[in-house]
């Protein structure tokens, strides 16, 4: 990580200052050194549509907080310098994060992703937990690049390798020229890298990053998915994070693993109840189970995020847990030992982790206040249970649970829910308004 100090003698010229957008992406300004030495280190502007966008960078209507009726003004980016830390892989650059705050009033902005998360963090530091977090990060690498891909309409795609490299050191290495900078280089950045390794199908990575407090954690997912883009594309191939790119083909995920820790001890852990969980965990769990559909919205935001959840593909269904067993929505972690957590498996790869975090602690922590006891884990094929609920199954239905959770409401505010209700809307709406190549394919010359 780097001081102000560190800019004033060190090999930079250009400052990334950069916010989180709805969708978990980076937005912001490349400052030269010298004026975010003078002045952007303090803040910065942005215009709020950002916070009230699609993935196309649209401006869509039905949001409260900012319309074309409002004008579209300014929000304050104030730069985290804690976060301050070189980009290895962009010569002469560095990088700060920033938290977002009304230009007028100066309070934080209230459905800010980063802001949410940090809302849920203090709920649990008042009563004197500190959430740990750490993301599983999957994806796959194409052999054309990104403008390639695009002028091509997205057809033809061809993965970088050519079957399964689940944990296949061969077939992974074809992918090293991608993959070991962007261990190496994130690790410079300052992001705790573990390992990467090939996944479960063709042309499909996953990397891990070591645990860290929950928003450490979103800050070092987010990191990361822009380190491997923008790396995969200096090396000519591009990376995707949608879940489910081919029909046919497994999905990528985005497990998220959870414990709590008080004074520096995981307060998950107690070696007198079964499994070494601690009655604080058993309530946790049960706060993340009883909640589930009411926070599926954030974990699986887009249309596309909801192809990934079919049976035998190692993607949940379910509303479950297990111990160690991979068909259910979450997984007991480290059974009888003291890095005993939660895995929830629900999450897809296109998720804002600020927003999954966060719509996860609300649960747990509501589950912990309510004082909640946590069912029994379930064992054998999960897929299959008819008496275990299912997760929501479609954009449409986690809309609508978004909209009516009390719990999320009272965590949160209204305000941030309804924004976030419109957002999904949005998704639903453009899907609903497109002639899929499917439709057309089946219906032009036999409708």
Known sequence: MLTLDDLKTGPYDTILVAMVDMQGRLMGKRFTVQNFL????????????????????????????????????????????????????????????????????????????????????????????????????????????????????????????????????????????????IRNHLVAAGVPVENSKGEAETGQEELNIRYADAVACADHHTIAKQAIKEIADAEGHAATFLPKWRADKVGSAAHVHQSMFRDGANAFHDPSKPRAMSDLMGSYVAGLMRYTPDLTAFLAPYVNSYKRFLPGTFAPTKIAWSVDNRTAG????????????????????DINPYLACAAQLAAGLKGIEDGLTCPDPVTGDVYGMEDVADIPNTLRSATETLRTSAMLRDAFGDGVIDHYTRAAEVEQEAFDAAVTDWEVARGFERA
């Open 330 to 349: 979450y997984r007991l972690v480290g059974e009888d030992t003291k890095g005993v957590r939660i895995e929830c498996r629900i999450p897809g790869s």
């Open 38 to 181: 003078e002045a952007g280190h303090a803040e910065t502007h942005c215009c709020n549509y950002l916070l009230a966008t699609d993935l196309e960078m649209a401006t869509p209507d039905g949001y409260a907080a900012t319309s074309w009726e409002q004008g579209y003004g300014d929000y304050v980016m104030t730069p985290d310098l804690s976060t301050l830390r070189p980009v290895p892989w962009l010569d002469g650059t560095a990088m700060v994060l920033c938290d977002v705050t009304d230009h007028h009033t100066h309070t934080p902005v209230p459905h800010s992703p980063r802001e949410m998360l940090k809302a849920q963090v203090a709920r649990a530091k008042a009563m004197g937990l500190t959430p740990m977090m750490a993301t599983e990060i999957e994806f796959f690498l194409f052999e054309k690049s990104y403008d390639d891909i695009r002028r091509g309409g997205f057809r033809d795609l061809a993965p970088l390798v050519g079957y399964n490299q689940d944990y296949n050191l061969f077939q992974s290495s074809r992918e090293e020229h991608v993959m070991r900078p």
